[in-house]
């Protein structure tokens, strides 16, 4: 099982960021070319229904599986970066963290009017960047069709601030 394997695979590196924090590491999994390419593939095969004019990949790690599902989908590419690091003109979104608040940003048009966008990020946590993604697509007029992560941390009930958006929560592995 797909689910299985990345617990297997994912590490754990203790105290990172910070004291007390156990860091879920994907990069172990981006080392297997045929991993990767399962997970896209369970990524589509789940997501079949649901509507996606272009996907959102929030930096740096939703990049990764989020650049290559949209690929994989043939739909358009939209990054979400730290405020600061996109030229021309940019939306931004501001978010709560335990020690202050953190802004990310998307360019300006990036999103038409009317489109279904799913938003991509390797983990699902608190939920706090997640729903900031999730104001950006809705300031340009999309709509959020839906979320993929591969790792979601159960315990810290991030899903329970983003059902509100949409319900559509597509994780592969559970901690």
Request: proline letters at 3%.
């Amino acid at each position: 099982m797909l689910a299985d394997r990345l617990k297997n695979t994912i590490r754990d590196i203790h105290d990172f960021p910070k004291p007390g924090i156990v860091f879920k590491d994907i990069t172990p999994v981006l080392l297997n070319a045929d991993l990767c390419t399962e997970v896209v593939e369970e990524f589509a095969k789940n997501l079949k229904s649901t509507p996606i004019d272009a996907i959102a990949g929030i930096e740096s790690r939703g990049f990764l599986f989020g650049f290559l599902l949209a690929q994989r989908l043939k739909k358009p590419f939209i990054l979400i970066r730290k405020a600061g690091k996109l030229p021309g003109k940019t939306i931004s979104a501001s978010y709560a963290l335990e020690y202050g608040t953190a802004k990310i940003e998307m360019h300006e048009g990036a999103v038409q009017k009317g489109w279904n966008v799913l938003i991509h990020d390797d983990l699902l946590a608190t939920g706090g960047t997640t729903a900031a993604a999730a104001e950006l697509i809705i300031k340009q007029e999309g709509i959020v069709s839906g979320f993929a992560f591969v790792v979601e941390l159960d315990f810290l009930n991030g899903k329970e601030r983003i059902t509100d958006i949409s319900k559509n929560i597509n994780s592969i592995v559970h901690f």
